[in-house]
Each structure stands twice: as structure tokens, then as C-alpha cells.
């Protein structure tokens, strides 16, 4: 099983549309949480870190259920400028601590 | 603030040659780590640094590989000899010690990246 699972994708929503990606990660041990974006040949951008409560910030919210190990990002009344892939990212925990994981992200493609 | 800067943005060069590729971090943060994205697959870790040393270099993938952070600076990451499956994006990242024990991991800052392409 790998350390952090995502949503296959890819995704294909009209503007305007509510779009909400999963994630699972496998070490109980995590402590950190965080979704990146990445565009086409650019490198992973920091969207937003999840905490225990959840968190929203405009139109994306982020949630975390650490008995489920699961994490999800929803956006609302997406826009073009949202395409991009979305890369579900874990720290490691324990030991190494300050490592951190990536999951293989999702595509989003919103379209007019 | 200056970001965290990658040098070379793309080489390209023949199986067996050398390649090495430069990474300046954010001015303060010890921490440093190398990722790496071949075509189709997830980003994985390589190394990470704390300051000059070396805290984990799990991901990295046989002995072509050498990372240096000298003088805890900038690092650089040597590929000898270059092999076809080394193509990919290296990045770069850098974050700020954390606080303490109990505090999250920080964020991390990548750099845009060097695109190597072995023939």
C-alpha cells in the first residue's frame, strides 16, 4: 500500500461546479498535513495546510479525520484558474519526522 | 525574500556523462531537501539536510548519487554516472527549523526545479 493515496482522476468540471478531492495517508504517526498545487511544468505550490478542525480559506476548504487518516479538499464554485494538479502531502512522523510525503496528486480541468 | 533557486532550469546529456545540479535555499532555513519527479510517477523524497548534515537520505536511489551541502548553504546533487531511468524533474525544497517537538512540520518551499533528460 502506498504511504498516501489520491483520487485517480483526472477531473473534468464546468465553471462554477463544486469539486472534492480524497486522500488517505498509512502512518498514524503524521502529524502534518497539507495540499499543494502544481501547474504544468512548474513546481508544487503550498494551497493550504489542514489542521484537526478544519480550515477554509475563500473557496476551498480542507478537512482532516485522523481516525480515518483521511484528508479532503473541497472547492466551490471552481474557475478556470483552478486547473492544475492537487498533491495531497504528509509528513512522515516518528522519526523522520520533518520528511515529508506525497501522494500522486489529481487533475482538475475546469472547463468554461 | 528570495525564493529557492535551481540551477540548471534543463540539461540534457548522454548516458554516462556527469551532471550536477545546484540548489540555493531560502536565506535562514536549515532545512533542505532534494524531491524527485520521473514522467508519470508521483514526487519522492531523495535527502534531506539540516544544516550541513545529512538527516535522511533513504530515497536515494543507488550510489550515482551525491548530495553535498558544505558550509550548510547551498547543496548541490552530483548524478555519476548519468543513466537513462535518472530523467526527470529535481526539486528542491527548503523549510525553517521547527519550534519545538510539538510543533507541526514546516511548510515546505520548492524551488522550480532542474529538468534532466538523459539520452
Known amino acids: 500500500r502506498k504511504e498516501v493515496e489520491q483520487d485517480p482522476g483526472p477531473f473534468n468540471v464546468p465553471e462554477g461546479a463544486t469539486v472534492a478531492f480524497n486522500c488517505t495517508y498509512s502512518?498514524?504517526?503524521?502529524?502534518?498535513f497539507f495540499w499543494y498545487r502544481q501547474d504544468c511544468r512548474k513546481e508544487p505550490k503550498l494551497l493550504m495546510s489542514?489542521?484537526?478542525s478544519g480550515n477554509e480559506d475563500g473557496r476551498f476548504t480542507a478537512q482532516l479525520n485522523r481516525a480515518s487518516q483521511y484528508i479532503s479538499l473541497l472547492i466551490r464554485d471552481s474557475k478556470l484558474s483552478d486547473s492544475a494538479t492537487y498533491l495531497c502531502?504528509?509528513?512522515?512522523?516518528?522519526?523522520?519526522?520533518?520528511?515529508?510525503?506525497f501522494g500522486p496528486g489529481t487533475s482538475l480541468s475546469v472547463i468554461p | 525574500e528570495a525564493g529557492v533557486t535551481q540551477f540548471p532550469s534543463h540539461s540534457v546529456i548522454e548516458k554516462g556523462q556527469t551532471v550536477t545540479l545546484r540548489c540555493d535555499p531560502i536565506?535562514?532555513?536549515?532545512?533542505l531537501y532534494w524531491y524527485r519527479r520521473v514522467m508519470g510517477k508521483e514526487i519522492k523524497f531523495l535527502l534531506h539536510?539540516?544544516?550541513?548534515?545529512?538527516?535522511?537520505e533513504s530515497g536515494m536511489p543507488n550510489n550515482r548519487f551525491l548530495a553535498e551541502r558544505t558550509g550548510g548553504t547551498y547543496s548541490t546533487l552530483k548524478v555519476q554516472p548519468a543513466e537513462l531511468e535518472d530523467s526527470g524533474v529535481y526539486f528542491c525544497?527548503?523549510?525553517?527549523?521547527?519550534?519545538?517537538?510539538?510543533?507541526?512540520?514546516?511548510?515546505?518551499?520548492f524551488g522550480a526545479g532542474s529538468r534532466l533528460t538523459v539520452l
Open positions: 525544497a527548503s523549510s525553517q527549523p521547527r519550534l519545538g517537538a510539538d510543533s507541526g512540520a514546516n511548510v515546505l518551499t
Open positions: 502512518n498514524s504517526a503524521s502529524q502534518s
Open positions: 489542514v489542521y484537526s
Open positions: 502531502v504528509v509528513n512522515k512522523g516518528g522519526t523522520s519526522y520533518d520528511k515529508v510525503i
Open positions: 536565506s535562514g532555513h536549515d532545512n
Open positions: 539536510f539540516v544544516k550541513e548534515s545529512k538527516q535522511d
